[in-house]
């Protein structure tokens, strides 16, 4: 559900500049276009890897009433979890780019949720088969849960490299748009 989360928060961080005309506020102030489009972005970056780490606190949290409850609590999953965050954080950079040009381009919030629906259904099938490579939305799911360390390194390689892509041509994109709108 991280993609889905991940559109959520770029919606909500450009939806507001899509009410009420806010971009010509935005554009007429001395902000460069470029540092406007990247701050956005790194706030996205920002409330993503804190939500992942709430999650994992809101695990420990959940394992440690357990042991005081009296149930045994398997504490491997926490530590696993911890140790996956950083590479998740990196494999969600792709999706991050996308959705946030998908929601900087359009002006509602159901384009970027559709296409994060789209794109979430799509892991079951192609996540899971040899052709995961291809698909970005895949590469969280396969740096935390990869068979063997090496796809699981591959991930997070293949994710820098596809997010270094999309942001280079959606920053080109961002800024047409923005000039001729």
């Known amino acids: ?3 889905m989360f991940i559109a959520l928060i770029t919606g909500a961080i450009n939806g507001n500049e899509h009410k009420n005309h806010g971009w010509r506020l935005m554009l007429a102030l001395p902000v460069n276009l470029y540092s406007l489009y ?6 996205a970056v920002l409330l993503t890897a804190t939500a992942l780490l709430w999650l994992w606190m809101s695990g420990l949290l959940a394992t440690l009433l357990m042991n005081v409850l009296g149930t045994p609590a ?16 990196l494999t969600s950079l792709p999706v991050l780019i996308f959705q946030h040009a998908v929601s900087w381009r359009f002006g509602n919030i159901i384009v970027p949720l559709s296409v994060a629906v789209m794109a979430t259904m ?15 939305w895949s590469y969280m799911t396969m740096s935390a849960m990869g068979g063997t360390a090496e796809l699981r390194h591959l ?5 820098l490299a596809v997010a270094t892509g999309l ?9 047409s748009h923005k000039r001729a709108g």
């Open 74 to 89: 398997e504490t491997e999953y926490g530590r696993v979890l911890l140790n996956a965050m950083p590479a998740l954080i």
């Open 38 to 43: 990247i701050a956005k972005l790194l706030l």
């Open 155 to 159: 991930a997070v390689w293949l994710s």
């Open 167 to 175: 942001f280079w041509l959606s920053t080109l994109l961002a800024a």
């Open 122 to 136: 799509g892991i079951v099938q192609i996540g899971s088969s040899e052709y995961w490579v291809w698909y970005p």
């Open 1 to 3: 559900m991280l993609p």
